[in-house]
């Protein structure tokens, strides 16, 4: 028998209570400590989104379309700690190197509009499509706020993910290839795009999962272009057009920017609509004393006003809309992860199922390539 002294000692998981009572600026230099020990082995990807204290941390930051390419692009790390929400870590997970490990670092922070389309509904709503038209001929698109086994989904049936910030070129596609779209799961991205392209609202059918046929009759979903799926992002369901109509009282010659999960009547009495990429990107390209309201989440349109004091940036609704899930991840949470990680004891890893993984693969891979 080994004694006591000879037994190899396991190493425990640190439980995160403890984390919640460190003062911020020891969390921060334990965070930069793990950054240091782990160097090139860690990534850390972060949306924009995330708190500032949060953010400061992140290796490589961006819109959905920007970390997924970087994710898929990443060539020496070993573990990929994701400060977004799970579909985000999902895709990071399927789309980089099968050694790479992804981790989020609070698994409660997910996305209440990925949550308003799931697999069953789905397959429920492509059967009794299929009663009604020719679903050959019909392309399912999913955006990437969703879960993998939809982009499985798309990728099993010739479809396709998209980003707010390359709905266009997907729906393009789409429809040079079938002609109808199936889009999920948020509605207002979908008909703000299809919009743009010209297609008409009354080609446009709303798809209420709960409903027989969506709650539309036979001969509207034959007429029809598109089927919008009846998804919305609670925080950019704030904006009203109202609150446009109120800054360019007050304020004349402002300037309006949103993003595209707004609702129609909001994206349709701003100037500019595009991802959180390219809100920044506009923003800072504008010229100092330009004055601008922006309707996307609070923490980013908080930040790009303190990073360009020359210039006058709105919140464009008179609430709080903040992303309460893209908020789970602080501090506390990114170094209870990165300290378990750094000691052998990695919490919260998203993995993806095998199969699940190779046909979102083929539905995100589609995405990469149409840009
Ligand atoms: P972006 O891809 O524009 O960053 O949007 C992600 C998102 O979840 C917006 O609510
Ligand atoms: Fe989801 Fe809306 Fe949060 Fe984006 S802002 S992650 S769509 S809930």
Redesign the pocket.
């Known amino acids: 028998m080994s004694s006591a002294l000879s037994t190899p000692q396991r190493i425990l998981i640190l439980p995160f209570e403890p984390y919640r009572d460190v003062a911020t600026p020891e969390l921060e230099d334990r965070i930069r400590a793990i950054k240091a020990e782990m160097g090139e082995t860690l990534l850390i990807l972060g949306?924009?989104?995330q708190q500032d204290e949060v953010i400061q941390f992140a290796d490589l930051r961006?819109?959905?379309?920007k970390l997924s390419q970087l994710a898929a692009e990443s060539e020496t790390c070993r573990a990929i700690v994701f400060c977004g929400?799970h579909f985000m870590a999902e895709t990071a997970d399927i789309l980089s190197r099968p050694e790479v490990e992804v981790y989020l670092p609070d698994m409660a922070a997910g996305?209440s509009?990925a949550d308003m389309a799931d697999l069953d509904a789905v397959e429920a709503a492509w059967a009794d499509l299929g009663e009604v038209v020719d679903t050959d001929d019909l392309m399912p698109v999913t955006y990437?706020?969703s879960s993998a086994d939809l982009k499985a989904f798309c990728g099993r049936h010739g479809g396709i993910v998209c980003?707010?910030?390359n709905a266009r070129a997907v729906l393009e596609w789409s429809f040079a290839r079938r002609q109808r779209v199936l889009f999920f799961p948020d509605q207002h991205l979908g008909r703000n795009t299809a919009r743009r392209m010209g297609i008409p609202l009354a080609a446009m059918c709303l798809w209420n999962p709960r409903e027989p046929l969506g709650g539309n009759t036979p001969a509207a979903l034959r007429d029809s272009r598109v089927l919008l799926w009846r998804g919305h992002?609670s925080?950019?369901q704030m904006f009203k057009p109202a609150h446009v109509a109120q800054f360019r009282e007050k304020f004349p010659g402002i300037r309006v920017l949103v993003?595209p999960?707004c609702m129609m009547s909001v994206v349709d009495a701003a100037d500019l609509v595009g991802?959180?990429?390219?809100i920044i990107k506009t923003i800072s390209e504008a010229p100092a004393g330009s004055t601008w309201a922006v309707g996307?989440?609070l923490h980013l349109v908080n930040r790009l006003a303190a990073e360009h004091p020359d210039k006058m940036i709105h919140f464009l609704s008179p609430m709080v809309c903040m992303?309460a899930t893209m908020y789970r991840i602080d501090l506390s949470h990114l170094a209870w992860s990165l300290e378990n990680l750094a000691q052998g004891t990695p919490v919260n890893r998203i993995k993806v199922p095998d199969e699940t993984s190779h046909w979102a693969r083929v539905a995100l891979e589609r995405m990469l390539e149409v840009r």
């Open positions: 949306h924009h989104y961006g819109d959905s379309y929400v996305c509009m990437i706020n980003t707010s910030s992002c925080v950019h993003h999960e991802s959180t990429e390219f996307t989440e992303c």
